[in-house]
């Protein structure tokens, strides 16, 4: 049901742009207004008018679109930079699973309650979504496997290519010690590799969606290793502290990527973007590159 307060009315792309301008954005080109308008939309740019905003609605002095506009080409560079190094931590974590579930137990080892660390009705419910998952699959190996050992269990290696990188997370949090070898690599206590991967995935929701990340407080807050000196007196729900944890990971893990340069290359483009807003320290460069 519609709520009775709500009063806002369609505006076309002329009234959106006549009321920034009574809200004091300085706008010189119209028609540029209105071609960004029409093509991100007026609600998802209002999420990066706040910070030119000290009083509601009304922008700063001398405010202008192309800052606006500035700001939200850098959420995007950084939103694909950060997504792409989630894809390659995403992969690793699979090649992972997939190899020493094989190795230490069998190709249908994850199936057996006894190969994971859960209690009965979450293993019920890990392998119901398996399951699901699995079975709306329209891949051509999942096809010619079910057809010619006309079974709808797949083996880890076909599975883990086909479960999202929820359920996935999921799966490795479930798993016994000896079944994974990322926890010894990272050099992390369990509890924070879980809530790492737990954080990783918000953010791979919120990137795939096409999310802001600029300016963020995450709803899920990381777990800062205490003797990880990199972390320390960091902000634990901005995107900084996910980029580091990213870095600090494909460092022991050894697939960088070039994500460090990355992320170096994009702030020296746009060295007017505040780096407090997202979390940054001053020493951040040293933290992330050391």
């Known amino acids: 049901m519609i709520s009775q ?52 609605d009304i ?69 119901q979504t398996i399951q699901r998952e699995t079975n709306r699959s329209r891949e051509a190996f999942v096809t010619h496997f079910k057809k010619q050992y006309n079974s709808d269990i797949l083996p880890v290696w076909m599975m883990v290519e086909i479960i999202s990188f929820s359920t996935l997370s999921k799966l490795f949090k479930a798993l016994k ?48 290793p205490k003797k990880v000196t990199a972390f320390q007196g960091l902000k634990n729900d901005k995107i900084f502290v996910v980029i580091l944890m990213l870095s600090y990971m494909f460092d022991q893990l050894e697939t960088a990527d070039g994500f460090k340069s990355k992320i170096v290359s994009l702030l020296e483009e746009y060295p007017d973007i505040s780096l407090q807003s997202m979390g940054f320290s001053e020493d951040w460069k040293e933290r992330l590159c050391n």
Not at 29 to 34: C, K, Q, S
Not at 41 to 51: I, N, V
Not at 88 to 100: C, D, G, K, P, S
Not at 183 to 203: E, G, Q, R, S, Y
């Open 5 to 56: 307060n709500f009063t806002k009315e369609h505006l076309n792309y002329d009234k959106q742009t006549a009321l920034l301008t009574s809200r004091g954005l300085v706008v010189t080109d119209t028609d540029l207004v209105r071609k960004k308008l029409e093509h991100i939309s007026y609600y998802r740019l209002s999420a990066y008018f706040l910070p030119f905003q000290k009083e509601k």
């Open 59 to 127: 922008f700063n002095p001398d405010t202008r679109f192309e800052e606006i506009l500035r700001v939200y080409y850098f959420d995007k560079a950084l939103r694909k930079i950060v997504f792409d190094a989630i894809e390659t931590l995403e992969i690793n974590i699979r090649a992972n699973i997939a190899y020493n579930l094989s190795k230490e137990v069998d190709p249908f080892g994850y199936m057996d309650k006894e190969n994971l660390n859960i209690g009965y009705t979450e293993y019920i419910n890990l392998m």
């Open 177 to 224: 010690p000896e079944h994974e070898t990322m926890t010894a690599k990272l050099n992390i206590p369990p509890k924070v590799l879980k809530n790492w991967l737990h954080v990783i995935n918000h953010i791979r929701n919120i990137c795939a969606h096409h999310g802001r990340v600029w300016n963020k407080q995450f709803a899920i807050k990381a777990l800062l």
